[in-house]
């Protein structure tokens, strides 16, 4: 059965730092692994697809790398804005479903 | 254009009503689905259409009942529903598969009186 898991839950960091997200999942069999923003009481937007083959892919300042082996992705956001706000989950296909990690919610203060 | 449209973005219903939340998507993909989220947790996946016909119940009360009229359009009909019912209702695509990366709606929040 696969679990997906994001620490930390929360976290809180000064604007401008850079920061890592986590998510680590137990079968190391998957497709791919995305990640998500959703802002308060929103729907979810997609921000990068990492696909099995891959070891990484960018987006403006985000990165995110995956290691199949070790069952863990990272979610790599480069100098934080409050914009930046927001929970963000990893989620990992299963058939015909998507297996989400409980989130971890980020506040970049000014 | 990646966008899933829903509607409406927030609904009230009593415990007697009858009523729909409607979702559309022109990107061409052949899976769409219905999750919902309660507050502070990941979405729960409900139903899955795959070309058009069901392919995944997650075991959901039959108050919620799904349909799929066409490859762009997806209804979830509501009826009877609970307090507990209250939630964001979520609409997503893919391309066919259940692998490739999927595209959400922004929701409709359901408040059951």
């Known amino acids: 059965k696969q679990e997906v898991t994001q620490i930390p839950a929360a976290l809180s960091v000064p604007e401008g730092e850079n920061l890592v997200l986590n998510c680590s999942f137990t079968?190391?069999?998957?497709?791919?692994l995305q990640w998500f923003r959703q802002d308060p009481g929103k729907g979810l937007t997609s921000l990068l697809l990492?696909?099995?083959?891959?070891r990484e892919q960018t987006s403006g300042r985000l990165n995110a790398s995956l290691d199949k082996s070790s069952g863990r992705s990272t979610l790599y956001i480069a100098a934080s804005q409050p914009g930046d706000s927001a929970t963000y989950l990893c989620?990992?296909?299963?058939?015909?479903?998507?297996?989400f990690g409980q989130g971890t919610t980020l506040q970049v203060k000014p | 254009d990646t966008e899933v449209t829903q509607t409406p973005k927030h609904l009230v219903m009593g415990m007697t009503n009858k009523k729909s939340l409607k979702c559309e998507q022109h990107?061409?993909?052949?899976?769409m689905y219905w999750y919902k989220q309660k507050a502070k947790k990941p979405p729960e996946l409900m139903f899955v259409?795959?070309?058009?016909?069901?392919?995944i119940n997650e075991s959901v009360p039959s108050r919620f009942s799904p349909e799929c009229p066409n490859s762009s359009l997806l209804n979830l009909h509501l009826h009877a529903l609970q307090p507990e019912d209250s939630a964001l209702y979520l609409c997503?695509?893919?391309?066919?598969?259940?692998?490739?990366?999927?595209?959400f709606g922004e929701g409709s929040r359901l408040t059951v009186l």
């Open positions: 990492i696909q099995s083959s891959q």
């Open positions: 997503a695509s893919s391309q066919g598969g259940g692998t490739g990366e999927l595209f």
């Open positions: 989620a990992v296909p299963r058939p015909g479903k998507l297996i």
């Open positions: 259409y795959s070309y058009e016909k069901l392919s």
């Open positions: 990107m061409g993909h052949r899976a």
């Open positions: 079968d190391s069999a998957i497709y791919n």
